[in-house]
């Protein structure tokens, strides 16, 4: 009942965040509450600023969601006026063709001022999303919510900075692994050696601590590829998206990431369910007939809220963190002074600690919880 | 807003992504390396086991060594005391018998030295009788050189024989 109840606080949450999604920084955690505070004003200063004057002025909100968000390219540094940034492949789904094209076709524009011709279709880059342009369209028209009216979105499957860093975090995973699964083939006695030393207890504390106590001895070892994988796959994003020379590809911090491995949690959770996780859903037992017709849609909503909750978790820490930092950064160029420097840089490097042991921490409740709910799909009947 | 939209594009190669990731650490990564991990302690806890088990039978070697040492110990006082035993028993067998031997050799000597004595005397006696024979005969032949002492002698046993 506790988990239930828990769960139906999360989903009242989550609505309330769908429909006052304004303010971002509302989805932060407690520790992060600094953190709305700062956007919230931040937000207003940018709404506040004069519409001619919006090209010299600071905007803190605008460039935050730069940072937090996607992109086609790899920015990585301004040079003379120039940016430096390592193009992407740029992948539409037209019509039932692909078109193909590099993100550099745009020269770094994200306001929707340069149009790439391919194959008769005209598309623009719009604040990082590929925007088709309506037959008759020459340049992209707005309403006045500053969103496109004469262009629509096309199917976009994009190698983007963070799927990019994805696949490179991937090599980095399959490298480290691979390499540990040798150290044990090479020994004779299996003794972990190199690597191995560092990676085993890594591995035996999503065993020993993950998928034993929360899904107990005799089936644990079906879980174990799924936990290990998801767990080292959200951990080293957390810490690739750290890392500023990267510019922070917010992989872990972007909800369609989140969404996909919560959608797998899921998918497992159901697919594993035994007769009895299944009873408890729709016929609580012990309780008395009406109280089991009231339970049962309460139930459904909380299998959904599970991975929703799961989804909601990870992003929204990560991205706040992320979120943190950049406002903290941003005070530098709001206050237009150095003074303020010394004291943003303190607080920057004291969330960023936190920060790495957030991405581990995040990614250990990922886990758990993931182990948590197969553990409450094959538990056994015991009365 | 599109914040918290999730993109198709990023969901789509997350899941692709992801799936082959599991699917490759799964077989070259996760399977043996949690297979040599269990491995491993499946063979420490064997050692253990059969180090524990070595010690048990040591325990019990040691023990059926002082067993078979007290035994042994047992069985030697046992067999000193059975020698002992014996030993005195011979001793005391073989001196009844040295006794007995001894006394039937001495009454055999005895019985000897009576016999030998009793012919001894015999004899003796027998000689006695020869010689007072022959000296009776000297004497009677001495006596009876003359005449008249002949007949004396002859008067007298007569005189003593009574005619029937």
Not at chain 1, 34 to 52: N, P, Q, R
Not at chain 1, 67 to 82: I, Q, R
Not at chain 1, 319 to 341: N, P, R, Y
Request: aromatic share 12%; net charge neutral.
């Amino acid at each position: 009942m506790f988990v239930f109840s828990e769960n139906v606080c999360r989903f009242a949450q989550i609505l309330n965040k769908a429909f006052f999604r304004e303010s971002m920084g509302v989805k932060a955690l407690k520790i992060k509450l600094l953190a709305v505070v700062m956007l919230c004003s931040f937000s207003g200063f940018g709404s506040e600023d004069s519409t001619d004057k919006k090209q010299e002025e600071f905007n803190p909100k605008e460039m935050i969601m730069h940072h937090v968000k996607d992109a086609y390219g790899f920015h990585l540094w301004d040079w003379n006026g120039h940016s430096i940034a390592l193009p992407l492949p740029i992948l539409l789904w037209v019509d039932g063709e692909m078109i193909t094209f590099m993100s550099s076709e745009f020269h770094h524009d994200s306001n929707g001022e340069v149009i790439v011709e391919r194959n008769g279709h005209r598309f623009v880059n719009f604040h990082e999303k590929v925007y088709q342009l309506d037959s008759e369209a020459t340049a992209l028209a707005f309403n006045e919510d500053n969103y496109p009216i004469n262009a629509s979105k096309p199917l976009d499957i994009s190698i983007t900075k963070n799927v990019f860093m994805m696949w490179v975090s991937v090599l980095v995973l399959l490298f480290l692994f691979i390499t540990t699964a040798r150290k044990y083939k090479q020994s004779p006695d299996n003794v972990p050696t190199g690597i191995a030393g560092f990676m085993e207890p890594l591995i035996l504390f999503v065993r020993d601590e993950i998928g034993v106590p929360m899904i107990g001895e005799h089936k644990y070892k079906r879980y174990m590829p799924y936990l290990l994988t998801i767990f080292f796959f959200i951990w080293i994003n957390n810490i690739f998206g750290l890392i500023p020379i990267v510019n922070g590809a917010n992989l872990s911090g972007n909800i369609a990431f989140t969404f996909t491995l919560a959608t797998f949690t899921f998918i497992i959770t159901t697919f594993s369910g035994n007769k009895n996780y299944w009873k408890h859903i729709f016929w609580m037992p012990g309780v008395p007939v009406p109280m089991k017709i009231f339970l049962a849609p309460i139930e459904v909503i909380g299998m959904l809220v599970k991975p929703i909750s799961l989804m909601i978790r990870l992003f929204a820490n990560i991205t706040a963190g992320h979120i943190i930092i950049l406002a903290l950064m941003s005070l530098i160029f709001v206050f237009k002074t150095i003074a303020v420097a010394p004291v943003s840089v303190l607080f920057a490097l004291f969330i960023a600690v936190i920060e790495i042991i957030v991405t581990a921490i995040q990614a250990y409740i990922f886990t758990v919880l993931s182990a948590l709910y197969f553990g409450m799909a094959t538990e056994e009947e015991h009365h | 807003m599109d914040l918290v939209t999730p993109g198709f594009g990023l969901v789509f190669w997350t899941g692709l992504t992801f799936i082959f990731l599991l699917l490759i650490l799964k077989k070259f990564a996760w399977k043996p390396i949690l297979g040599a991990v269990s491995e491993r302690e499946e063979s420490i806890k064997n050692a253990l086991k059969s180090a524990e088990e070595a010690r048990a039978e040591m325990q019990n070697l040691q023990s059926d060594n002082e067993r078979i040492l007290k035994e042994a110990r047992a069985e030697r006082d046992l067999l000193l005391k059975e020698a002992r035993e014996m030993k005195a028993n011979v001793i005391d067998s073989a001196k009844t018998e040295a006794q007995t031997q001894a006394a039937s050799i001495i009454r055999q000597a005895q019985a000897t030295i009576e016999s030998e004595k009793q012919a001894a005397v015999a004899d003796f006696k027998n000689q006695v009788a020869q010689l007072s024979i022959e000296i009776a005969e000297k004497v009677v032949k001495s006596e009876l050189s003359e005449k008249d002492k002949q007949f004396k002698m002859v008067k007298s046993l007569l005189q003593d024989v009574t005619l029937k």
